[in-house]
């Protein structure tokens, strides 16, 4: 069956150190996503691709970055870890309008 | 003032009970509408997915959707225990980027025995 994988599930890092989320789709699909969820404020778009070699910005960009160098793969960057980047984050894909959006199990991120 | 507004809850019910879900979006732009379970430490997934105005039914789940009020909403009958998870909204336009989901904060539900 077709799947997101994201790895690592669970990370603890320091402050000002460079952290990178992995996330593996094998539905071929286009569209795939960055989503950071906090209490109270549900999930929140980062970065955003629609194929290989685009990326774009989402609503809380600042500190990530991320690349797509295959249909894939979407890794994303944290280049510099602040406590503020403590969160649970989503990798996530869709295709076509990409209405039908399916989501990674997360992985759960602790900026120490 | 956020474009998708959710009640957090928690929302206790029991079982059996109907539970009921809304939320309440400000861009009239927005043409589908999704609703996701997502369970504790886990990915959310799709429940629901409607287009424009009007109900869906699948199963015990109802969703519907009153653009001119702007408001969405989430039945579910005869609930059980399996039942108790958070419920994120979501929706987005036909003029937006393909995919780009503007989400609810998620209701909280617990289906007591």
């Known amino acids: 069956d077709a799947e997101i994988t994201q790895s690592p599930r669970h990370k603890i890092t320091e402050t000002g150190r460079q952290v990178t989320l992995a996330c593996h789709q094998t539905w071929n699909h286009n569209n795939m996503f960055w989503y950071r969820q906090d209490l109270g404020h549900g999930l929140r778009l980062i970065h955003y691709s629609y194929g290989v070699q685009d990326t774009n910005k989402g609503e809380v960009s600042d500190g990530y970055s991320v690349s797509r160098s295959n249909t894939e793969d979407l890794p994303l960057t944290l280049e510099s870890a602040a406590s503020s980047q403590t969160s649970v984050y989503f990798c996530?894909?869709?295709?076509?309008?990409?209405?039908?959006?399916?989501f990674g199990q997360g992985t759960r991120l602790t900026v120490v | 003032q956020k474009e998708v507004e959710q009640d957090p809850g928690p929302l206790s019910v029991p079982e059996g009970a109907i539970v009921s879900l809304n939320c309440t979006y400000s861009?009239?732009?927005?043409?589908?509408f999704m609703w996701y379970r997502q369970y504790s430490r886990k990915g959310p997934e799709l429940l629901m997915y409607?287009?424009?105005?009007g109900n869906k039914e699948d199963g015990r789940f109802t969703a519907q959707v009153d653009k001119s009020s702007k408001y969405i909403s989430l039945f579910i009958r005869d609930s059980q225990p399996s039942d108790s998870a958070t419920y994120l909204c979501?929706?987005?336009?036909?003029?937006?980027?393909?995919?780009?989901?503007?989400f609810g904060a998620g209701t909280q539900v617990v289906v007591t025995p």
């Open positions: 861009n009239s732009a927005f043409q589908y």
């Open positions: 996530a894909s869709s295709e076509g309008q990409g209405r039908i959006t399916f």
């Open positions: 979501a929706m987005t336009s036909t003029t937006d980027s393909w995919g780009k989901l503007q």
């Open positions: 409607t287009y424009s105005s």
